[in-house]
């Protein structure tokens, strides 16, 4: 499997270890989150999953530097911060309930 974003290509095997290993390509209404979302494989693997139906959320400590980004969501959230991962976290909860 290959993923591209504008900045960075990556070459994910298939293999069992994989996180894409056994991915069915119809997750709609799944619901993720990934921290460092705004660049690099957290931004490539945003997108893929976005394409393929997941509700994605990603994060950034800065979420405001990104304004051309429109692939998912982008959330503040900084990790060594409980009170922003907390709010993260409420704001997923309060529009999927899960």
């Not at 989150?33 to 994605?56: D, E, F, P």
């Not at 405001?64 to 907390?86: C, E, G, M, Y």
């Amino acid at each position: 499997m290959f993923l591209k974003n504008s900045s960075v290509n990556y070459n994910i095997s298939s293999g069992q270890n994989c996180i894409f290993a056994g991915m069915s390509t119809n997750q709609i209404n799944k619901v993720v989150l990934i921290t460092g979302g705004s660049s690099g494989i957290g931004k490539s693997v945003g997108i893929y999953l976005a394409q393929r139906g997941y509700v994605v959320y990603g994060t950034s400590r800065n979420p405001s530097r990104f304004t051309d980004f429109h692939d998912f969501t982008l959330l503040q959230l900084d990790v060594s911060d409980t009170h922003s991962i907390s709010t993260a976290v409420e704001t997923i909860l309060q529009k999927h309930g899960r």
